[in-house]
């Protein structure tokens, strides 16, 4: 790596990174990019790992379905975050916004950059990384890779029409993950085969959510408070808790997800298989106030079990204006097996979110 390139890193890492991403508050875990505010929450890899596994084996268009949610969330956190784009900058100022973004967003994702080339004339925009989240393990990506990156470089050159694609993956055993997204019209040519995606659901942030996810202060642990404890790892941008990775994300990312109905059953199982195993595998004792703990502090809001496990409350749930659509599935599967422990079988069925109060309250029942 060159000398500019490690300092680059090291700012980022080290400065940037700690300063946008806010980890010092219970329940809430906010960023700001381009000075707009949104809410993130943790998450765990292996979740989004099988997740992407399942869709694909159980649809003939699973890795379409994948990718199309990805190249929306990609889009709206674009739109949604008032970021620099061709229209809105000159092309100094948006090439140099890019290779901020990209390096970003890499320092989280990834450990390291190897190749980063942006050509606005062409509108094509290549990345090489190390150990991007999930698709190193799976091989697959078009969830958070493929399409994310399609997503994001659609909204900056203004063009739907913008796709990406794999060229190498360390997850089918090559040195790197090589990423291009350009025109449809340039995978033609060149003979590369790619998923079409020009339409795909968007949504507008407004008033609403500032106020709903706006942090307050509550009485529990934060994910700095952990990280403190050496309970959680934090080192080049990546999250740890034993053998797990876990990574920071916007919350629309769960509701795109849990928006398309041929998904739902499939998250709720996987969250619940790895909730059940996550607890289990730590040996945890008292799970109940394991879950309270853990949750707030990756960013869900006050999390409360109630007595005899038959209710949960969470106060100050992350929202955005896809939750009127939503039934919940990641945090009631997530919840649901944590609390299966030791033969047990619990499962939220029943879910209500009041959003008549100042912030969201969501309340999961047997």
């Given at each position: 790596?060159?000398?500019?390139?490690?300092?680059?890193?090291?700012?980022?890492?080290?400065?940037?990174?700690?300063?946008?991403?806010?980890?010092?508050?219970?329940?809430?875990?906010?960023?700001?990019?381009?000075?707009?505010?949104?809410?993130?929450?943790?998450?765990?890899?292996?979740?989004?790992?099988?997740?992407?596994?399942?869709?694909?084996?159980?649809?003939?268009?699973?890795?379409?379905?994948?990718?199309?949610?990805?190249?929306?969330?990609?889009?709206?956190?674009?739109?949604?975050?008032?970021?620099?784009?061709?229209?809105?900058?000159?092309?100094?100022?948006?090439?140099?916004?890019?290779?901020?973004?990209?390096?970003?967003?890499?320092?989280?994702?990834?450990?390291?950059?190897?190749?980063?080339?942006?050509?606005?004339?062409?509108?094509?925009?290549?990345?090489?990384?190390?150990?991007?989240?999930?698709?190193?393990?799976?091989?697959?990506g078009y969830?958070?890779?493929?399409?994310?990156?399609?997503?994001?470089?659609?909204?900056?050159?203004?063009?739907?029409?913008?796709?990406?694609?794999?060229?190498?993956?360390?997850?089918?055993?090559?040195?790197?993950?090589?990423?291009?997204?350009?025109?449809?019209?340039?995978?033609?040519?060149?003979?590369?085969?790619?998923?079409?995606?020009?339409?795909?659901?968007?949504?507008?942030?407004?008033?609403?959510?500032?106020?709903?996810?706006?942090?307050?202060?509550?009485?529990r642990y934060?994910?700095?408070?952990?990280?403190?404890?050496?309970?959680?790892?934090?080192?080049?941008?990546?999250?740890?808790?034993?053998?797990?990775?876990?990574?920071?994300?916007?919350i629309s990312?769960?509701?795109?997800?849990?928006?398309?109905?041929?998904?739902?059953?499939?998250?709720?199982?996987?969250?619940?298989?790895?909730?059940?195993?996550?607890?289990?595998?730590?040996?945890?004792?008292?799970?109940?106030?394991?879950?309270?703990?853990?949750?707030?502090?990756?960013?869900?809001?006050?999390?409360?079990?109630?007595?005899?496990?038959?209710?949960?409350?969470?106060?100050?749930?992350?929202?955005?204006?896809?939750?009127?659509?939503?039934?919940?599935?990641?945090?009631?599967?997530?919840?649901?097996?944590?609390?299966?422990?030791?033969?047990?079988?619990?499962?939220?069925?029943?879910?209500?979110?009041?959003?008549?109060?100042?912030?969201?309250?969501?309340?999961?029942?047997?």
């Amino acid at each position: 790596m060159a000398i500019k390139d490690a300092i680059i890193k090291w700012f980022l890492l080290n400065v940037i990174v700690p300063r946008r991403a806010i980890f010092g508050t219970p329940g809430f875990i906010t960023a700001d990019i381009s000075k707009s505010f949104y809410r993130e929450v943790v998450l765990p890899e292996n979740v989004f790992y099988d997740i992407e596994k399942r869709v694909v084996q159980k649809y003939k268009n699973g890795a379409e379905i994948l990718y199309r949610i990805g190249k929306s969330f990609g889009f709206c956190f674009g739109k949604n975050n008032n970021l620099p784009n061709i229209r809105t900058v000159s092309k100094r100022e948006f090439i140099s916004f890019s290779n901020f973004l990209a390096r970003y967003v890499c320092a989280t994702w990834a450990s390291k950059i190897e190749k980063l080339s942006i050509d606005i004339e062409n509108g094509i925009f290549q990345l090489g990384v190390k150990n991007y989240i999930i698709c190193s393990k799976n091989g697959l990506g078009y969830l958070l890779t493929t399409g994310v990156i399609a997503g994001i470089w659609s909204y900056s050159l203004y063009n739907k029409r913008l796709e990406a694609v794999h060229i190498t993956c360390e997850g089918k055993g090559q040195n790197s993950c090589y990423i291009i997204a350009a025109p449809q019209k340039f995978f033609e040519k060149e003979n590369i085969k790619y998923i079409i995606c020009d339409e795909f659901p968007t949504y507008d942030k407004t008033f609403m959510y500032e106020k709903f996810n706006k942090p307050v202060k509550i009485q529990r642990y934060s994910l700095m408070d952990l990280i403190n404890t050496n309970v959680i790892k934090y080192e080049k941008g990546m999250i740890r808790f034993g053998d797990e990775r876990f990574f920071e994300c916007d919350i629309s990312l769960i509701y795109l997800l849990e928006n398309d109905n041929l998904l739902k059953k499939i998250i709720f199982d996987v969250c619940f298989e790895w909730g059940k195993n996550f607890v289990e595998k730590n040996k945890v004792k008292d799970v109940d106030k394991f879950i309270s703990n853990i949750l707030t502090a990756f960013g869900w809001g006050d999390v409360s079990v109630l007595k005899e496990k038959k209710k949960v409350i969470l106060n100050f749930y992350p929202w955005c204006e896809l939750a009127k659509n939503s039934h919940f599935d990641f945090i009631r599967g997530l919840i649901s097996g944590m609390l299966s422990f030791g033969g047990r079988d619990i499962k939220f069925k029943k879910f209500e979110l009041n959003t008549h109060q100042e912030h969201p309250v969501l309340c999961l029942n047997i």
